[in-house]
């Protein structure tokens, strides 16, 4: 055979390092933890394998977990004591994640990004305002509008607590902007937006809303996450959080839609951010229990390839372990 071009030869030992494209390291992930406001134990998350929501006086403690791993981000979520139809638990001075975030930035050397969102602390579990017959009616959506000063509310309650970064994942029309113009006013332009721009309406957030206890009581999130089915529009959407001053952009779910990572990569020249999410998880934690798959080199790939397609940062509930064994 006369073959010139050769790919095998690069494939080898030695050389294949060289040669490699696209690396992983612990600066590149963040790790989502749950303080829970409810409880004084840590309790097992039973759809996520290794996770826990943990009472406040154990946050510090996690956060430290974490940190020993290499991983030095974490995203918080709170569970809160109570719920109520405004959700006014996320921006109470001593709401779960606000008292968490205080004790962590104080205490640990992690950056601290929040959830901004209401749909863990509302009774209804939308994240936002909804109609009071809202129930009856499953077709009333979420009042875009009025949720957007709750939403500023939220961030600039834990920007006060300390929070480093600002994530709002509600898909509320103008929360960037909302966002931004809260935190100006309240003296946090240095807080950066990592938006969660294009959100889709998916099935693979199940295990989370067990976990956060989020999952809506009637009706679902159709009608403000995005359509599985559309692509172009993720890139107006994007758009959008950029003109309102989004600092870093995120693309979820990750593995089901790295055509949209890859977009938004090219498209837009920000930091691009997906969040492997909690179904992603579960997912290959359920086969590898049958022992149908490798679940360490099956964890490591999936974030490869997340980042081969254009992420610069992922969200991930393997953080720790993927970061432990780099
Ligand atoms: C809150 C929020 C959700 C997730 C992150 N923030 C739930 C949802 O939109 O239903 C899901 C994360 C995951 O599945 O890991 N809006």
Same mark, same amino acid.
């Given at each position: 055979?006369?073959l010139t071009?050769r790919p ?9 390092e060289l040669?490699s ?8 992930l963040?790790?989502?933890?749950f303080? !829970?406001?409810t409880t004084?134990e840590? +309790? $097992? #998350?039973? %759809?996520m394998?290794?996770?826990?929501r943990?009472?406040i006086d154990?946050?510090v403690?996690r956060?430290e977990e974490v940190?020993?791993t290499g991983v030095?981000a974490?995203?918080?979520?709170g ?12 921006w109470?001075e001593?709401?779960?994640?606000q ?8 205490e ?6 929040t959830?901004?969102c209401?749909?863990?602390y509302?009774?209804h579990g939308?994240?936002?305002v909804v ?5 009856e009616?499953?077709?009333?959506t979420v009042?875009?509008d009025?949720t ?5 509310k939220i961030?600039v309650s ?6 480093e970064?600002?994530?709002?994942s509600?898909?509320?029309d103008g929360m960037?902007?909302?966002i931004?113009?809260?935190? !100006?006013?309240?003296g946090?332009?240095d +807080? $950066? #937006?990592? %938006?969660y721009a294009?959100?889709y309406?998916?099935?693979f957030y199940g295990p989370?809303?067990d ?6 009581a009637?009706?679902?999130r159709?009608?403000?996450?995005m ?8 890139t107006?959407?994007?758009r959008?959080d ?5 600092d870093v952009?995120?693309v979820?779910p990750?593995?089901p839609?790295?055509d949209?990572?890859?977009d ?11 969040y492997?999410?909690?179904g992603e998880?579960?997912m290959l934690?359920?086969?590898a229990?049958?022992g149908?798959?490798d679940?360490?080199?099956?964890a490591t ?12 940062l ?5 953080a720790e372990d993927v970061?432990?064994?780099?």
């Amino acid at each position: 055979m006369n073959l010139t071009d050769r790919p095998r030869r690069l494939r080898r030992d030695g050389v294949r390092e060289l040669v490699s494209e696209t690396s992983l390291s612990p600066e590149d992930l963040i790790a989502p933890v749950f303080v !829970d406001a409810t409880t004084d134990e840590r +309790v $097992p #998350i039973q %759809s996520m394998p290794g996770h826990e929501r943990v009472p406040i006086d154990q946050a510090v403690d996690r956060v430290e977990e974490v940190l020993e791993t290499g991983v030095e981000a974490v995203m918080l979520f709170g569970i809160p004591e109570s719920k109520d139809p405004q959700g006014s638990r996320a921006w109470a001075e001593d709401g779960v994640v606000q008292k968490a975030t205080r004790r962590i930035t104080a205490e640990t050397d992690a950056y601290v990004i929040t959830d901004v969102c209401l749909c863990e602390y509302t009774d209804h579990g939308h994240c936002g305002v909804v109609e009071e017959t809202a129930a009856e009616d499953p077709d009333l959506t979420v009042k875009n509008d009025e949720t957007l000063e709750l939403l500023g509310k939220i961030a600039v309650s834990q920007a006060e607590a300390g929070a480093e970064m600002v994530a709002p994942s509600s898909m509320t029309d103008g929360m960037v902007g909302a966002i931004r113009e809260a935190l !100006d006013d309240a003296g946090f332009s240095d +807080v $950066p #937006i990592m %938006s969660y721009a294009a959100k889709y309406e998916s099935s693979f957030y199940g295990p989370f809303r067990d976990a956060a206890d989020g999952a809506p009581a009637f009706g679902d999130r159709r009608h403000y996450q995005m359509d599985p089915a559309n692509r172009e529009e993720a890139t107006r959407e994007v758009r959008l959080d950029v003109e309102q001053g989004a600092d870093v952009l995120m693309v979820k779910p990750a593995l089901p839609y790295l055509d949209i990572v890859r977009d938004v990569d090219r498209e837009f020249d920000y930091p691009v951010a997906a969040y492997n999410v909690s179904g992603e998880y579960a997912m290959l934690h359920a086969a590898a229990e049958k022992g149908w798959l490798d679940l360490d080199a099956a964890a490591t790939e999936s974030l490869l390839s997340i980042k081969r397609a254009g992420a610069d940062l992922i969200l991930t509930y393997f953080a720790e372990d993927v970061a432990r064994r780099l």
